[in-house]
């Protein structure tokens, strides 16, 4: 996650670690970057859950795989109708992060 703009903020939600494996619930609020710019304006943050899972063999990392919301994306940036998705509106966003913050 090094290519991250500079004022994305990554709230830890839970981890869970277990003999040969860790998982991560994070949220990310971020702004838009790549393809997407065009769609939100430069102030717009995208807000989305993401899933990261590490799994170790003796003492080495043997692969990550990387799960988000892919269609709360596309719903902020406008490339998707949410009508009968189970989307989170984002106002529910901000009640997580500030419970998880405070």
């Known amino acids: 996650m090094n290519s991250n703009p500079p004022d994305t903020r990554i709230i830890l939600i839970s981890r869970t670690i277990g003999i040969d494996r860790i998982v991560d ?5 971020n702004k838009c970057i790549g393809f997407c710019q065009e769609f939100l304006q430069p102030t717009n943050l995208l807000k989305f859950q993401l ?18 919301d ?5 719903v902020q940036i406008g490339l998707l ?5 189970p989307v989170t509106e984002q106002k529910n966003y901000w009640i997580i ?3 998880v913050i405070n």
Do not use: P, T
């Not at 109708?81 to 998705?85: A, K, P, R, S, T």
């Open 81 to 85: 109708d949410n009508e009968g998705l």
């Open 97 to 99: 992060a500030f419970l």
């Open 25 to 29: 619930e994070m949220f990310i609020i």
């Open 51 to 68: 899933l990261q899972l590490f799994n170790f063999r003796e003492d080495k990392l043997c692969n990550e795989h990387i799960y988000w």
């Open 70 to 74: 892919q269609a709360s994306v596309l």
